[in-house]
């Protein structure tokens, strides 16, 4: 799973310098869009935090300042936005489809982070899919995918116990 992050990640930001974030890097963008993600239900649950941190720290290579500078640009950005068209057209011209794709799964991947799905959470997914040019279809593959991973790994821990 985290060797599929990785490459996505590599993609997006092949020709981004590692220090430092430019206004318009699209690193940004992903963490904002996650963050809104994580507070799409009112609450930022401790393990989707945990996850996004982690997720962003292996996928960009960062050390401890320049993730805590990515997650304080991501929510500095998701502060101020009014929307997310913002974000999504951004991520349009810097995203071909399949990038677009498994974007939507990783947003899905934070959800389930915390073992639940909000009807809100679906809600805001469902508009950036939609902005991102992702069908319905694809989006619940994405959905179901993620649930399957969440599945897989609370039974391997059962096993374990």
């Not at 997006?12 to 994580?38: E, N, W, Y």
């Not at 991501?74 to 498994?102: C, I, M, P, W």
Request: hydrophobic share 40%.
């Amino acid at each position: 799973m985290f060797e599929r992050f990785q490459a996505f990640f590599q993609k997006l930001t092949a020709d981004s310098p590692k220090k430092g974030f430019a206004p318009d890097d699209p690193r940004i963008t992903v963490a904002a869009l996650c963050m809104q993600v994580m507070e799409a239900d009112g609450q930022i649950k401790a393990s989707e935090k945990k996850r996004l941190r982690k997720l962003l720290k292996e996928q960009y290579a960062l050390d401890g300042k320049q993730l805590d500078a990515l997650m304080a640009a991501g929510l500095e950005a998701e502060s101020s936005a009014v929307d997310y068209y913002r974000f999504t057209a951004d991520l349009k011209r810097h995203l071909n489809t399949e990038q677009r794709l498994e974007l939507i799964g990783i947003l899905w991947d934070i959800v389930y982070a915390d073992g639940e799905r909000s009807e809100m959470e679906d809600h805001v997914i469902w508009r950036i899919a939609d902005l991102l040019g992702v069908s319905s279809r694809e989006r619940i593959q994405k959905r179901q995918e993620a649930a399957a991973r969440v599945t897989d790994v609370q039974v391997a821990q059962d096993d374990a116990d």
